[in-house]
T-cell receptor, first 114, second 112 residues
Framework: GENVEQHPSTLSVQEGDSAVIKCTYS??????FPWYKQELGKRPQLIID?????GEKKDQRIAVTLNKTAKHFSLHITETQPEDSAVYFC?????????????FGRGTQLTVWP | DGGITQSPKYLFRKEGQNVTLSCEQN?????MYWYRQDPGQGLRLIYY???????QKGDIAEGYSVSREKKESFPLTVTSAQKNPTAFYLC???????????FGPGTRLTVL
């Protein structure tokens, strides 16, 4: 099945700086790549996603880039704020016999210092 | 937020007892999922179901069982065969496979 690696596991930035989280995947047939944010004690919530037919997607301060050739995708957060502090998870979709599920990375704990 | 619910929020059980966690959704989603979350382990898939009366094992299905008799309900039973059941359990649903998953608020299970 798919294998998703996420780095770094922890990331600390100063308020206003940018943060980048990277994920790699193993199955070139995966075609859906969501990013979830989970605040302490809360449920994960989708913040942005991208499909394999596009290379980049932006939503205000958040952007995701996808490199299908290299099989990696990244989350970019600009002008970080303390409320961006959370755990971020990347995921890749299954295909074939595992169609219908997502494979999640282990998460990145982002801390934004004021 | 109110579209997918889990109950109870906290659950305590004695070792050796089976326990069933509830997950209900009113989003008319076809697919439903159960994840286990432990510190530093991310989200690990236990079982998932794409249609009623059908489900597939995820990565850590041993010691767990599910049923999908109704579209809106996907209960998870943690059996006594699960060696380390204390964890945070999250249920999710999606309209279709390979689409956004919406998560419930979770159930924190503690086995004493």
């Amino acid at each position: 099945g798919e294998n998703v690696e996420q780095h770094p596991s922890t990331l600390s930035v100063q308020e206003g700086d940018s943060a980048v989280i990277k994920c790699t995947y193993s199955d070139s047939a995966s075609n859906y790549f969501p990013w979830y944010k989970q605040e302490l004690g809360k449920r994960p919530q989708l913040i942005i996603d991208i499909r394999s037919n596009v290379g980049e997607k932006k939503d205000q301060r958040i952007a995701v880039t996808l490199n299908k050739t290299a099989k990696h995708f990244s989350l970019h957060i600009t002008e970080t704020q303390p409320e961006d502090s959370a755990v971020y998870f990347c995921a890749a979709s299954g295909r074939g016999s595992t169609l219908g599920r997502l494979y999640f990375g282990r998460g990145t704990q982002l801390t934004v210092w004021p | 937020d109110g579209g997918i619910t889990q109950s109870p929020k906290y659950l305590f059980r004695k070792e050796g007892q089976n326990v069933t966690l509830s997950c209900e959704q009113n989003l008319n989603h076809d697919a439903m999922y159960w994840y286990r979350q432990d510190p530093g382990q991310g989200l690990r898939l236990i079982y998932y179901s794409q249609i009623v009366n059908d489900f597939q094992k995820g990565d850590i299905a041993e010691g767990y069982s599910v049923s999908r008799e109704k579209k809106e309900s996907f209960p998870l039973t943690v059996t006594s065969a699960q060696k380390n059941p204390t964890a945070f359990y999250l249920c999710a649903s999606s309209i279709l496979a390979a689409d956004e998953q919406f998560f419930g608020p979770g159930t924190r299970l503690t086995v004493l």
